[in-house]
């Protein structure tokens, strides 16, 4: 079992950043592979970025550039760096464990969530 919680959001003007946090729960953390999903209100939810348990990232075309996740695996901790905040990056931001270790687009395919924390972007 893992207990994921997320912190770091908030309001911020286009063009900032912030540092999205994910602190674990649980024994085996770093054979987990981590993402981070959003959601904006109306919209279903949509992949941001995931690191496998090897370290291997991937990005989501729309934050390449932009966004940058990380793991400390003593800390038990995955982070999302946002940077170049732009209108459109309001929403909700989850993140998400999957014990196969690989990390994937499909949010079906992770095992837990966290209860997700508030990105507001003004322009």
């Known amino acids: 079992q893992v207990h994921l919680v997320e912190s770091g959001g908030g309001l911020v003007q286009a063009g900032g950043s912030l540092r999205l946090s994910c602190a674990a729960s649980?024994?085996?953390?770093?054979?987990?592979?981590m993402g981070w999903f959003r959601q904006a209100p109306g919209k279903e939810r949509e992949f941001v970025a995931t690191v496998g348990w090897t370290g291997h990232t991937y990005y989501a075309d729309s934050v390449k550039g932009r966004f940058t996740i990380s793991r400390d695996d003593a800390k038990k901790t995955v982070y999302l760096q946002v940077n170049s905040l732009k209108p459109e990056d309001t929403a909700v931001y989850y993140c998400a464990a999957n014990s196969k270790g690989i990390g994937t687009i499909l949010p079906d395919r992770y095992d837990y969530w966290g209860q997700g924390t508030q990105v507001t972007v003004s322009s």
């Open positions: 649980g024994r085996t953390f770093s054979r987990y592979a």
